[in-house]
């Protein structure tokens, strides 16, 4: 078995409040090398849904320090785009301890219910 790799081994670096993230909200924002060194392209539209979100998981990735995550995420943004960033398990999960508001966001499996002959779970409506 081959030895887990240092990243792996990083703690989860979490926010201690939702309120403390004051990152912007729209524009274009240009996060530096040190958050985004894999893409030529480091300006994101905030506009853009997908370039948010690939922001927003560039910044969960790379961030080292609280004030990283202050100055780029958005505490009311967040819970909008939660379940829709693409995260680690672990991190997943670090900040849904910490802030459980997140957790809430999501749809309840008593919610979910299987149907024969389709792959993904189908929501039924109350």
Do not use: C, K
Not at 17 to 43: C, H, I, M, N, Y
Not at 74 to 88: F, I, K, Q, S, Y
Not at 91 to 120: I, K, T
Request: aromatic share 6%.
């Amino acid at each position: 078995m081959a030895a887990p790799r240092s990243y792996a081994l990083r703690p989860v670096l979490v926010a201690a409040s939702l309120a403390d993230l004051r990152g912007p909200t729209d524009g274009l924002v240009e996060l530096p090398q040190r958050l985004f060194w894999s893409g030529a392209e480091r300006v994101f539209d905030l506009s853009d849904a997908d370039r948010l979100l690939e922001m927003y998981e560039a910044v969960f990735d790379a961030a080292r320090t609280e004030a990283d995550l202050a100055e780029h995420l958005n505490g009311e943004t967040l819970p909008r785009v939660w379940t829709d960033l693409a995260l680690a398990p672990r991190v997943r999960r670090a900040w849904e301890e910490a802030h459980p508001e997140l957790v809430a966001l999501q749809l309840p499996q008593a919610e979910l219910a299987p149907v024969p002959g389709v792959l993904s779970p189908v929501v039924i409506a109350a």
